[in-house]
Protein backbone atom coordinates (compact mmCIF):
# COMPACT_ATOMS: atom_id res chain seq x y z
CA UNK A 1 0.00 0.00 0.00
CA UNK A 2 3.05 2.64 0.85
CA UNK A 3 4.52 1.54 -2.67
CA UNK A 4 1.06 2.75 -4.41
CA UNK A 5 0.63 5.92 -2.43
CA UNK A 6 3.93 6.70 -3.08
CA UNK A 7 3.85 6.09 -6.82
CA UNK A 8 0.23 8.24 -6.97
CA UNK A 9 2.39 11.06 -5.09
CA UNK A 10 5.27 10.66 -7.53
CA UNK A 11 2.73 10.61 -10.52
CA UNK A 12 1.24 13.90 -9.02
CA UNK A 13 4.12 15.86 -8.52
CA UNK A 14 4.85 14.68 -12.19
CA UNK A 15 2.18 16.22 -13.88
CA UNK A 16 2.75 19.06 -11.59
CA UNK A 17 6.10 19.27 -12.98
CA UNK A 18 5.26 18.97 -16.64
CA UNK A 19 2.57 20.99 -16.20
CA UNK A 20 5.03 23.89 -14.67
CA UNK A 21 7.52 23.26 -17.45
CA UNK A 22 4.60 23.89 -19.96
CA UNK A 23 3.75 27.07 -18.51
CA UNK A 24 7.69 28.18 -18.62
CA UNK A 25 7.26 27.25 -22.25
CA UNK A 26 5.00 29.04 -23.26
CA UNK A 27 5.75 31.87 -21.46
CA UNK A 28 9.11 32.35 -22.66
CA UNK A 29 7.69 32.13 -26.02
CA UNK A 30 5.30 34.86 -25.41
CA UNK A 31 8.44 37.17 -23.79
CA UNK A 32 9.97 36.16 -27.34
CA UNK A 33 7.41 37.17 -29.29
CA UNK A 34 6.63 40.40 -27.11
CA UNK A 35 10.50 41.40 -27.09
CA UNK A 36 10.68 40.98 -30.62
CA UNK A 37 7.38 43.40 -31.58
CA UNK A 38 8.55 45.99 -29.13
CA UNK A 39 12.00 45.99 -30.94
CA UNK A 40 11.21 46.13 -34.45
CA UNK A 41 8.34 48.77 -34.04
CA UNK A 42 7.92 51.45 -36.30
CA UNK A 43 8.49 55.11 -35.19
CA UNK A 44 5.21 57.18 -33.48
CA UNK A 45 3.00 58.33 -35.99
CA UNK A 46 0.49 60.90 -35.48
CA UNK A 47 -2.85 60.39 -37.13
CA UNK A 48 -4.68 63.61 -37.35
CA UNK A 49 -8.08 62.93 -39.49
CA UNK A 50 -7.68 66.23 -41.61
CA UNK A 51 -4.84 65.14 -43.33
CA UNK A 52 -4.55 63.17 -46.33
CA UNK A 53 -2.13 60.83 -45.01
CA UNK A 54 -0.22 59.48 -42.02
CA UNK A 55 2.83 61.59 -40.77
CA UNK A 56 5.75 60.37 -38.67
CA UNK A 57 8.08 62.51 -36.30
CA UNK A 58 12.08 61.60 -35.65
CA UNK A 59 14.59 63.46 -33.67
CA UNK A 60 16.69 63.76 -36.85
CA UNK A 61 14.12 66.84 -37.66
CA UNK A 62 11.19 67.69 -38.97
CA UNK A 63 9.04 67.43 -42.38
CA UNK A 64 7.81 70.08 -44.34
CA UNK A 65 4.38 68.19 -44.36
CA UNK A 66 3.82 67.91 -40.79
CA UNK A 67 5.45 71.92 -40.76
CA UNK A 68 3.02 73.12 -43.12
CA UNK A 69 0.12 71.19 -41.46
CA UNK A 70 1.02 72.39 -38.04
CA UNK A 71 1.45 76.08 -39.37
CA UNK A 72 -1.38 75.76 -41.24
CA UNK A 73 -3.43 75.26 -37.93
CA UNK A 74 -1.46 77.73 -35.81
CA UNK A 75 -2.57 80.11 -38.51
CA UNK A 76 -6.02 79.29 -37.86
CA UNK A 77 -5.69 80.02 -34.34
CA UNK A 78 -3.76 83.25 -34.50
CA UNK A 79 -5.14 85.06 -37.37
CA UNK A 80 -9.20 84.31 -36.32
CA UNK A 81 -10.49 85.66 -33.26
CA UNK A 82 -13.45 87.53 -32.07
CA UNK A 83 -14.33 89.44 -28.74
CA UNK A 84 -16.22 86.27 -27.43
CA UNK A 85 -13.29 83.82 -28.48
CA UNK A 86 -10.30 86.08 -27.15
CA UNK A 87 -9.85 83.65 -24.42
CA UNK A 88 -9.57 80.71 -25.82
CA UNK A 89 -7.52 82.15 -28.39
CA UNK A 90 -5.02 83.49 -26.17
CA UNK A 91 -4.92 80.15 -23.35
CA UNK A 92 -4.31 78.28 -27.23
CA UNK A 93 -1.48 80.04 -28.88
CA UNK A 94 0.22 80.36 -25.25
CA UNK A 95 -0.23 76.18 -25.07
CA UNK A 96 1.57 75.85 -28.43
CA UNK A 97 4.75 78.58 -28.01
CA UNK A 98 8.03 77.23 -26.45
CA UNK A 99 8.51 77.75 -22.71
CA UNK A 100 11.32 80.60 -23.14
CA UNK A 101 8.95 82.12 -25.63
CA UNK A 102 5.64 82.13 -23.73
CA UNK A 103 5.90 85.16 -21.35
CA UNK A 104 7.36 87.40 -23.94
CA UNK A 105 4.48 85.90 -26.20
CA UNK A 106 1.17 86.21 -23.92
CA UNK A 107 2.89 90.05 -22.88
CA UNK A 108 2.28 90.96 -26.65
CA UNK A 109 -1.38 88.87 -26.65
CA UNK A 110 -2.49 90.44 -23.78
CA UNK A 111 -2.27 94.09 -25.32
CA UNK A 112 -4.36 92.73 -28.24
CA UNK A 113 -6.80 91.26 -25.91
CA UNK A 114 -6.74 94.79 -23.87
CA UNK A 115 -7.48 96.74 -27.46
CA UNK A 116 -10.04 94.90 -28.43
CA UNK A 117 -12.37 94.58 -24.71
CA UNK A 118 -15.64 95.63 -25.61
CA UNK A 119 -15.22 96.17 -29.08
CA UNK A 120 -17.30 94.51 -31.69
CA UNK A 121 -14.34 93.88 -34.30
CA UNK A 122 -13.48 90.41 -35.69
CA UNK A 123 -11.08 89.14 -37.58
CA UNK A 124 -10.23 86.23 -39.91
CA UNK A 125 -7.66 85.32 -42.22
CA UNK A 126 -8.69 83.14 -45.91
CA UNK A 127 -5.09 81.12 -46.56
CA UNK A 128 -3.90 81.74 -50.34
CA UNK A 129 -0.58 79.86 -49.72
CA UNK A 130 2.03 78.50 -46.81
CA UNK A 131 5.97 78.00 -47.80
CA UNK A 132 8.10 76.27 -44.88
CA UNK A 133 11.79 75.87 -44.41
CA UNK A 134 12.19 73.19 -41.98
CA UNK A 135 16.35 73.70 -42.01
CA UNK A 136 15.44 77.05 -40.97
CA UNK A 137 12.19 76.26 -38.81
CA UNK A 138 10.00 78.96 -40.19
CA UNK A 139 6.89 79.41 -41.98
CA UNK A 140 4.96 81.78 -43.52
CA UNK A 141 1.39 82.11 -44.69
CA UNK A 142 -0.31 84.22 -47.06
CA UNK A 143 -3.69 85.58 -47.29
CA UNK A 144 -6.30 87.65 -46.69
CA UNK A 145 -6.94 89.30 -43.48
CA UNK A 146 -10.34 90.79 -43.11
CA UNK A 147 -11.71 92.64 -40.27
CA UNK A 148 -15.14 93.23 -39.66
CA UNK A 149 -16.90 95.62 -37.06
CA UNK A 150 -20.01 94.51 -36.07
CA UNK A 151 -21.78 93.27 -39.29
CA UNK A 152 -19.58 95.30 -41.64
CA UNK A 153 -16.17 93.69 -43.60
CA UNK A 154 -14.93 97.27 -43.09
CA UNK A 155 -11.00 95.91 -44.74
CA UNK A 156 -9.36 93.19 -46.65
CA UNK A 157 -5.59 93.33 -47.00
CA UNK A 158 -3.61 91.19 -48.51
CA UNK A 159 -0.68 90.29 -45.70
CA UNK A 160 1.90 87.56 -45.24
CA UNK A 161 2.67 86.30 -41.85
CA UNK A 162 6.11 84.54 -40.81
CA UNK A 163 6.05 81.60 -38.18
CA UNK A 164 9.15 81.40 -35.62
CA UNK A 165 9.28 77.57 -35.06
CA UNK A 166 11.51 75.45 -32.19
CA UNK A 167 12.32 71.45 -32.74
CA UNK A 168 13.19 69.96 -29.43
CA UNK A 169 13.36 66.18 -29.52
CA UNK A 170 9.95 65.52 -31.45
CA UNK A 171 8.30 68.71 -30.35
CA UNK A 172 7.52 71.56 -32.76
CA UNK A 173 6.77 74.87 -30.39
CA UNK A 174 6.16 78.24 -31.81
CA UNK A 175 8.70 80.73 -31.11
CA UNK A 176 6.92 83.84 -32.10
CA UNK A 177 4.57 85.07 -35.22
CA UNK A 178 3.88 88.36 -36.85
CA UNK A 179 3.14 89.96 -39.92
CA UNK A 180 6.12 90.38 -43.09
CA UNK A 181 6.86 94.38 -43.56
CA UNK A 182 8.12 94.40 -47.01
CA UNK A 183 11.29 97.06 -47.75
CA UNK A 184 10.58 99.96 -50.19
CA UNK A 185 13.23 100.14 -52.77
CA UNK A 186 14.15 103.92 -51.43
CA UNK A 187 14.17 102.68 -47.58
Not at 100 to 113: N, T
Not at 145 to 169: A, C, P
Amino acid sequence: MEISLAHEASQRTLKQRNLLALICIVLGILVVVMFTAASTRDREVILQPILPSEMALSSSGVTPEYLEAVTRDTAQLALNRSPETMQYWLDGIVRIAAPEARGALKADLMKIVDEQEGSQVTQFVTIDWIRTDPDALTSQVGGVLHTIVGSRDVRREHKIFQFNWKYTGVSLRLKGFGVVVKKEDGE
